[in-house]
Structures are given as structure tokens and as C-alpha cells.
């Protein structure tokens, strides 16, 4: 029975399964904790993964392997392989005003037209460019330009600093995937964009080779074959073998609303990232920063496990009584309000009870994501269907709410580390040159139970929010 392994290198944890090739089977899995925080030593990351493989006992049998990881976070290296600073993650907005800069420089219209998106702080190019007016001497230093999974992927070939790593600091063997490429903002259908690199950086540098879907990046130093790695959603998408009229809803530390289309998308207005897929197509994407931690962070307010929050949420009626929260607990990126704190309106003495709050925070973390598929729409998607995945869609009252808040039917498979398995798939295509075709188990479908006043006072009360930021 041949092996392939699977990676998911998240913003709060390395997560690896190991699955039967041609079945796609669990055998084995492992975690590992990644350490908190928007900007991390990607030392941390090798740890996990090698601490994450061990727990889930080792390669042996596995005969090939691919990473998936958070999109956008900028690894830099200097012309000895070492990384040069702590890597900013996808989470980490202190680049908000470099964002800002490179529009104007640019334009809006000619980004989403050069690279499919319209810079914001998550994106690659505008850390690179907040590196370049902040830390100028490091900016000078870097010699190449990676994203986590790429580094994982160099790091698992062998390569890495000298005297840590087999095969020494070649950079030119970096590789990516058109995925991960695309979260950049200077990658379009046509390649890199240079001209876009050296106006964040400051300089050119040695950027990953794109690996086509199914394309191997090399070996291993014991011989597994590495497949070429993807982007955390595209790598979901994968995983859930997402296919046209799908759009999946994942709710984890971030939120994402995201679809397999066969045309590229670019929406000058920057709100949908005309991502690429990891099967060739093109992956339609709106990403919220609050999302599952608006649900602890109200969980912890009411003294409750997210279980009784659950239920608290659903003794109250929906809308919560008038109870409305825009949980802009950590800024947001879509709506790009970088600076925004949340906001709890509508409060009365006869509404403000446990349960209303508790029911405002999944209806307000729904909301988001509802107006994310709302712009996903915009740009000519089709939603004939909703799937909704991530830690907090295990609760049943999310899921309940969810089919109350979409205008689309809600499908939740059943729980699994859906990154991880799409990574696993590629592993399996890598190896023998077939996309494979596992199954996906589904957990509960919910008929569309759509109630407008959700959507209606999360509106108003979000409109207030924008209004008192101008």
C-alpha cells in the first residue's frame, strides 16, 4: 500500500495526515503547536512540521509528501539561506499604509488587472514594501522572496542555511505553486511581475520556480517524492474536491469565501482576490480576520465553553432581539478597515442577556462572511451550494445560523483537516500523475432557512461602523 503524506502548516498549528494513495484512507496523523502571535521565527514552523511528522509516526511507508500553508507571510533570505528577520504573517496589518502607497503609485484598476488582486496588508508585496521604508538594511540584505510553504518545501528537499541542512543555501531551488504565487501581488497569468517586486522590495530578488498542478519539486534526502504545495484555501479546496457551483465557507482563525471557477477574475475594487487554484483554475476568494476568535473572544466575555455558547445561541430568536455586534475585534480586511474595532449596538435593558450576546457573536461572524459571498457573486459565481468547514462549523449552532444568514443550501462535511488531505492529494497526483478521486463524507445538509433581518440590522449597524472611521 503506497503512502502520501499531507501538510498543513497553519497560522496556529502543523497538522499532518497520512492517507492510502489510492483509497485516500486515514492511516496515521500528528499535530504540532505553532507559536502565537503576526510575526513568527520560521525556525518555529521546521520544529512543528518534524514534531507533527514524528507524532504521526514517522514516514515509513510514505512515499510522497505536500505542503499546504498560510498564504501571503514573507520570508526573506539573504544570499546565505538565512532567513533575515521573523516572517509577517497573513494577519499582521502594520503594512496597511504601504498598501495604500503602492495603489497609488500603481493603481487600482492596473493591479487587479497585472496580478488579480488589489494590494492590502496581508499580501506579500506590501510587507516588502513596509520592510523596505522600515528596516532599509534589511531590505537591502534580502537575496530571495518565500512563502511559508515554499520554505517548508526548500527546507524538506534538503536545502537551508549552511551546517543546517544537507544541501546548503541553493536558492534557485525554491520552489512555489500558482496558488501561493497569486496571494503575492506581483504573480499574475503571465508570470512574476517584476516591475511590481522591485517597486515593493526596492530591489530584484530570487522569487520561487511555479510548479504546475501535479508537478513534482524534487525529493527528499531519503528519496520521498515532494509535491509542489499550495496556498491553505486552495489547498482546502482541493481537499473537499470543491468543484463549479461550490463555495466553501471556512471559519478558522480567519474567515474565507472562496470557489473553483474556470475563468480568472479581477475586481478593481480589491474586495474579491482573483486567487489561482492548485488544479489549474482559478480560486475567487474574500477573506475576513475575525472569525472563529470572535466566538472565543464573546465565549470568555460570557464565562462559557464554546458548547454553552452554542446553545445560548440558539435559546435566543434570530436577530438576537435587536442585538447586533460587527466583530472587528482585529481590524478587517474585507471590508479593507485595517484600523476598525468592533462595535455591540442596539442594546436595551429588555435585550441584553446572555443569549442575545451569544447569538450576536455567530450571527455578526456569519454576517462577514455572508457579504463575502455576496461579492463572490458579484464577480459571476454561481452558489448552488454552501460548504462549510473549519473548527467553529462544528457547532451545531453555527451551522444552524449559517442556514438562517446564507440565501444558499449550507452542507457541512464531516470534520477533517481538509488543508491537510488537499495537500495529501497532490502528494497522491504528484506520484501517479492522476488527480485523485477520494470521497468526501458529509456531516449534516441544511435547507436553506433564510431569515432577512439577520442581514438587514447587520447592514445598518456595519454602515455606522465605515461612517464613524471616515
Known amino acids: 500500500m503506497a503512502l502520501v503524506a499531507g501538510v498543513d502548516s497553519s497560522t496556529q498549528s502543523c497538522k499532518v495526515v497520512i492517507r492510502d494513495a489510492a483509497?485516500?484512507?486515514?492511516?496515521?496523523?500528528?499535530?504540532?503547536?505553532?507559536?502565537?502571535?503576526?510575526?513568527?521565527?520560521?525556525?518555529?514552523?521546521?520544529?512543528?512540521?518534524?514534531?507533527?511528522?514524528?507524532?504521526a509516526g514517522g514516514f515509513d511507508g510514505v512515499e510522497a509528501i505536500s505542503?499546504?500553508?498560510?498564504?501571503?507571510?514573507?520570508?526573506?533570505?539573504?544570499?546565505?539561506?538565512?532567513?533575515?528577520?521573523?516572517?509577517?504573517?497573513?494577519?499582521?496589518?502594520?503594512?496597511?499604509?504601504a498598501a495604500r502607497d503602492l495603489i497609488d503609485e500603481v493603481g487600482a484598476a492596473a493591479y487587479a488587472e497585472r496580478t488579480g488582486v488589489v494590494p492590502v496588508a496581508s499580501f506579500t508585496a506590501t510587507k516588502l514594501r513596509w520592510l523596505r521604508d522600515a528596516e532599509p538594511d534589511a531590505a537591502a540584505r534580502v537575496a530571495a522572496v518565500a512563502l511559508p510553504h515554499d520554505w517548508l518545501t526548500w527546507r524538506l528537499r534538503g536545502y537551508g542555511p549552511a551546517g543546517e541542512s544537507p544541501l546548503g543555501p541553493v536558492l534557485d531551488e525554491l520552489t512555489t505553486d500558482r496558488s501561493?504565487?497569486?496571494?503575492?501581488?506581483?504573480?499574475?497569468?503571465?508570470?512574476y511581475d517584476r516591475e511590481l517586486l522591485v517597486r515593493a522590495l526596492g530591489h530584484d530578488a530570487i522569487l520561487p520556480r511555479?510548479?504546475?498542478?501535479?508537478?513534482?519539486?524534487?525529493?527528499?534526502?531519503?528519496?520521498?517524492?515532494?509535491?509542489?504545495?499550495?496556498?491553505?484555501?486552495?489547498?482546502?479546496?482541493?481537499?473537499?474536491?470543491?468543484?463549479?457551483?461550490?463555495?466553501?465557507?471556512?471559519?478558522?482563525?480567519?474567515?474565507?469565501?472562496?470557489?473553483?471557477?474556470?475563468?480568472?477574475?479581477?475586481?478593481?475594487?480589491?474586495?474579491?482576490?482573483?486567487?489561482?487554484?492548485?488544479?489549474?483554475?482559478?480560486?475567487?476568494?474574500?477573506a475576513t480576520l475575525n472569525a472563529a476568535q470572535v466566538l472565543d473572544a464573546v465565549a470568555r466575555t460570557l464565562d462559557v465553553d464554546h458548547e454553552e455558547l452554542g446553545r445560548l445561541a440558539l435559546d435566543a430568536s434570530p436577530g438576537a432581539g435587536g442585538a447586533v455586534l460587527v466583530p472587528y475585534f482585529a481590524?478587517?480586511?474585507?471590508?479593507?478597515?485595517?484600523?476598525?474595532?468592533?462595535?455591540?449596538?442596539?442594546?436595551?435593558?429588555?435585550?441584553?442577556?446572555?443569549?442575545?450576546?451569544?447569538?450576536?457573536?455567530?450571527?455578526?461572524?456569519?454576517?462577514?462572511?455572508?457579504?463575502?459571498?455576496?461579492?463572490?457573486?458579484?464577480?459571476?459565481?454561481?452558489?448552488?451550494?454552501?460548504?462549510?468547514?473549519?473548527?467553529?462549523?462544528?457547532?451545531?449552532?453555527?451551522?444552524?445560523?449559517?442556514?438562517?444568514?446564507?440565501?444558499?443550501?449550507?452542507v457541512a462535511p464531516e470534520p477533517g483537516e481538509y488543508v491537510a488531505d488537499g495537500a495529501a492529494r497532490q502528494a497522491a497526483w504528484a506520484l501517479t500523475g492522476e488527480r485523485p478521486a477520494w470521497p468526501v463524507a458529509v456531516a449534516a445538509e441544511l435547507a436553506t432557512d433564510t431569515r432577512p433581518l439577520i442581514r438587514e440590522q447587520y447592514a445598518a449597524a456595519a454602515a455606522g461602523v465605515r461612517a464613524n472611521l471616515r
Open 331 to 410: 481590524g478587517e480586511r474585507t471590508p479593507n478597515l485595517p484600523d476598525a474595532t468592533a462595535s455591540l449596538t442596539g442594546l436595551t435593558l429588555a435585550n441584553t442577556t446572555r443569549a442575545n450576546l451569544a447569538r450576536a457573536a455567530v450571527e455578526g461572524m456569519l454576517c462577514g462572511l455572508a457579504d463575502g459571498l455576496d461579492a463572490v457573486r458579484g464577480q459571476g459565481v454561481t452558489a448552488a451550494r454552501v460548504l462549510l468547514i473549519g473548527g467553529a462549523a462544528q457547532n451545531p449552532a453555527v451551522r444552524a445560523i449559517a442556514a438562517q444568514v446564507f440565501d444558499a443550501p449550507v
Open 210 to 286: 511555479v510548479l504546475g498542478p501535479g508537478e513534482a519539486a524534487g525529493r527528499t534526502p531519503d528519496g520521498i517524492l515532494v509535491g509542489p504545495g499550495a496556498g491553505d484555501n486552495a489547498a482546502a479546496a482541493l481537499g473537499l474536491d470543491a468543484a463549479p457551483g461550490d463555495v466553501v465557507v471556512s471559519i478558522g482563525t480567519s474567515g474565507t469565501v472562496f470557489a473553483v471557477t474556470d475563468a480568472a477574475v479581477a475586481d478593481a475594487s480589491g474586495t474579491v482576490a482573483g486567487f489561482a487554484d492548485a488544479s489549474g483554475s482559478w480560486l475567487p476568494l474574500i
Open 67 to 97: 505542503v499546504g500553508g498560510q498564504q501571503h507571510g514573507m520570508v526573506v533570505l539573504d544570499d546565505e539561506g538565512r532567513v533575515i528577520r521573523d516572517a509577517l504573517l497573513w494577519n499582521d496589518t502594520r503594512s496597511a499604509q
Open 180 to 191: 501561493d504565487a497569486s496571494g503575492t501581488a506581483y504573480w499574475g497569468a503571465d508570470g
Open 23 to 55: 483509497t485516500g484512507a486515514l492511516v496515521r496523523s500528528g499535530r504540532a503547536p505553532h507559536p502565537d502571535g503576526t510575526e513568527v521565527d520560521p525556525a518555529a514552523w521546521w520544529g512543528a512540521l518534524l514534531t507533527a511528522v514524528a507524532d
